[in-house]
């Protein structure tokens, strides 16, 4: 075999090599890009994406859309440098997404979870905005605190230590002066139960806190009769909240809050309607410009990363609160511009 021969050998061996190294060889890397876009006011398959059972609902129009991103795992070398290439995609380290010390089974699971605090958190900001009565209810328990075995996550909170609990902060004004070992009665209802009224001795608070310890986090939660639900398959994380408030919103009010008019949007919605920030919004808005919206709601705290990105033809309209998105929603519906970035 001449040296031209073993020449041509090794080079088709090396490009053989290097195209299975391309080809099957994981990268830590995910990529992330546009993912599906979802009409709140619409619907999922057959099922609407919010109903709303036991009150009236009003005809609604137009898109509510919430967006979503796009992650794609296990990539090998070829195919992450080609979803970079297209310039749809940014690769980010596996780790950020898919920690090592929990499994993908934990990780949907949070996911998951997220998603359904957001629902529910979105309902809560919604029927608040709408001036709906509030009721206060026993949320997490510490596990072996004076609480724990007396009160179950749900249960409705009356009165602690002879002082209504009209909301949160109050049940902690009610425990103002006490100490460890001191015992205080707790009228709560458990389900539709009659009332019940317990007596619990408090134990000694964390460290810093001289107050008597009680061990349940108070949550508020709208006073209703009538069901909200939110059908949306495969979706997970908190972003989706303030478009399935608006949503809400729109259903139970008169006429088109959007004016009939293609708004998408995304932020992470607070009980008391603050708009948090989120990740991935240059791909979330790339998705709702190709589907067809004219306007993007952002978190105000990524006004400046939006408007550096925002694609041709997207009106930005900043919002940090949800009063901030329904003025938004005001000035579209009457052919004004909104608040921009």
Known sequence: MNRR??????????????????????VPYVAL????????????GDTPVISIDGQQTFPTGGHLNMTTVSVTDQLSVFGALGLWASGRYALAPRDLYFPPDKSEQQIEQENTEAFNDSQTTAETAALSYLGYPKKVLAGQIVKGSPADGVLAPGD??????????TDPQ???????????????EIR?????????????????GPEGHDQGFLGVAAIERPDVNFDIKISLA?????????????????????????????????GEITPDGQVNPIGGIPFKMIKAREAGATTFLVPDGNCAEAKAQAPDGLQLARVATL??????????????????C
């Open 188 to 204: 709560f209802r458990h389900d539709d139960q009659p009332e019940q009224v317990a007596s619990v001795q408090l134990a000694q």
């Open 323 to 340: 009063q901030d998105a329904t003025k938004a929603l005001d000035a579209i519906r009457e052919g004004k511009v909104p608040t921009s």
């Open 33 to 44: 890009g546009p993912g599906p876009t979802y009409d709140t006011l619409g619907l999922d």
């Open 156 to 165: 409705r909170l009356l009165e602690a230590n002879g002082r209504p609990v």
């Open 5 to 26: 021969t073993w020449t041509l050998l090794m080079s088709v061996v090396l490009v053989v090599a290097f195209g299975l190294l391309g080809a099957f060889v994981r």
């Open 234 to 266: 495969d979706v997970g994380g908190p972003s989706a909240g303030l478009m399935f408030t608006l949503a809400i919103i729109d259903k139970l009010t008169p006429g088109e809050l959007n004016g009939g008019q293609f708004v998408a949007g995304t």
């Open 170 to 184: 109050a049940l902690r004004s009610a425990l103002n002066g006490t100490k460890a070992g001191d015992r205080v």
